[in-house]
């Protein structure tokens, strides 16, 4: 999938009314008057990411040793397909696109 389906998705699982912004590669968020000038960019903000996993609820696990994350939902241990992410050189990157694909795994069957 491409970020902006990954995104859209991961919105929609979270809840997130938005639309896409295709210059800065985000989902700009609309609220009850119209849009905002919020900016939902969870595979380059921390903060983001980590309000989606708290939204969906996510398990996150890091292995350095591996170098490798993966996330599995609602204490399903060992479930790790949902989301998942070779850690290299970032392991906050790649922690973040393991939260927002097993959240795009959630939008697509919502």
């Not at 980590?50 to 890091?62: F, G, M, T």
Request: aromatic share 6%; hydrophobic share 45%; charged share 25%.
């Amino acid at each position: 999938m491409q970020d902006r389906e990954l995104l859209e998705l991961a919105a929609k699982a979270a809840g997130i009314v938005g639309v896409w912004h295709e210059r800065g590669q985000c989902i700009h968020v609309t609220n009850c008057a119209g849009m905002s000038d919020t900016w939902w960019r969870p595979l380059e903000d921390d903060g983001d990411a980590l309000r989606l996993a708290v939204a969906i609820p996510a398990c996150i696990v890091i292995d350095n040793d591996m170098q490798w994350c993966g996330v599995h939902l609602n204490g399903n241990r060992g479930k790790y397909d949902l989301g998942q992410a070779f850690v290299g050189l970032d392991a906050a990157a790649a922690t973040r696109r393991a939260i927002v694909r097993a959240a795009a795994e959630i939008g697509k069957n919502l």
